[in-house]
Structures are given as structure tokens and as C-alpha cells.
């Protein structure tokens, strides 16, 4: 999971990194020291731009940049339109494009979720209406339930009785 908060970026189980103006990323564990004042650059693959320099073993900390596509997320991308069949799909893809689908199907989700209740409104709207035509109500319905009820508790009555 990545954040960046100002121009410290989180990297999960407790592993941050940090570049202060022109310095390349420093990597520590929590705690993590207090956070740079905010509008320094930051650069999560290389620590500077690519004009400051080479950089020593070690303090170069990549962000990875590709992960293995799950079978839902193969799914997702497919109905979401950003790939035309499953050969098409490569072995890796940016996370960005996953998230970028996610939130599409998440989107497409609540669009038909919106129809369907819409359509279930008609729908409730329209049997209510027929009920009345008939002179139906759930107040009848109820009336006639418990003296069906009483009847019923009259003959078991009886039926003891005897």
C-alpha cells in the first residue's frame, strides 16, 4: 500500500522513504522521523531527477510498478473495455490500470444498481395500482388474516370441547 504524505512516501510494513531538496531517498522503519516541510520534490524511483547523479548501492528504493493481474481483476478488465479478450491481457500490468478499472466496474456496478431500483419502483407502483382497482390494501389483507385466525381458534375450540 503506498502513501505519500508531503514528501514522505509509505511503503507498507513499516518501511518509509524520504528525499529532502536535491537529496536522494533515504529509507528508514518506524518510527518515522518528522515529516520535511511540504512543496519539496519527491521521486519514488530514483531518489533526484536524472541530471543530479549517480546514485550509491542501496539508497535507490523502487516502487514496483507492475503486479500479476488476478482472474477477477483479468474479469474486471475485460468488461470494463480495456482489454477486447483474455489472450489480450499481458502476464503484468501498472496497478494504476487495475484501480483505473476497479473504479470503472465500480462505477458501471452503481449505474445498474440505479436502473434496477428505478425499475422496481415502477414495478411496486404499478401492482399498488392494480391492488386498488381491485380494492386490495394491506389493511384488508390484514383484516381478513386474523378473522381467518379467529375462525380457525373457534373450531379448535369447538373441536376441544367436544
Known amino acids: 500500500m503506498l502513501r505519500a504524505v508531503g514528501s514522505l512516501l509509505r511503503l507498507g510494513r513499516g518501511l518509509t522513504v524520504r528525499c529532502g531538496p536535491g537529496a536522494p531517498l533515504e529509507a528508514t522503519r518506524w518510527p518515522a ?24 548501492h542501496g539508497e535507490i528504493h523502487r516502487v514496483p510498478t507492475q ?7 483479468k474479469k474486471i478488465l475485460l468488461w470494463t473495455g480495456c482489454f477486447k479478450s483474455m489472450e489480450e491481457i499481458p502476464p503484468r500490468i ?6 483505473t478499472a476497479r473504479n470503472k466496474a465500480r ?6 444498481m440505479i436502473g434496477l431500483t428505478i425499475i422496481a419502483c415502477f414495478a411496486v407502483i404499478v401492482s399498488a395500482k392494480r391492488a ?8 384488508s389483507w390484514n383484516l381478513a388474516k386474523k378473522a381467518k385466525w379467529r375462525e380457525e381458534a373457534a373450531l379448535a375450540a369447538q373441536a376441544k370441547a367436544k
Not at 39 to 55: E, K, M, R, V
Not at 67 to 73: L, V
Not at 94 to 99: A, G, K, N
Not at 107 to 112: E, G, L
Request: with cysteine; proline share 18%; charged share 20%.
Open 33 to 56: 522521523p518528522a515529516l520535511p516541510p511540504r512543496g519539496l520534490p519527491c521521486y519514488s524511483s530514483g531518489g533526484a531527477p536524472s541530471n543530479s547523479g549517480p546514485q550509491g
Open 107 to 112: 462505477v458501471k456496478a452503481c449505474y445498474i
Open 67 to 73: 503486479r500479476r493481474p488476478s482472474q477477477f481483476d
Open 94 to 99: 501498472p496497478p494504476e490500470m487495475i484501480d
Open 132 to 139: 386498488v382497482e381491485r380494492h386490495e390494501s394491506l389493511t
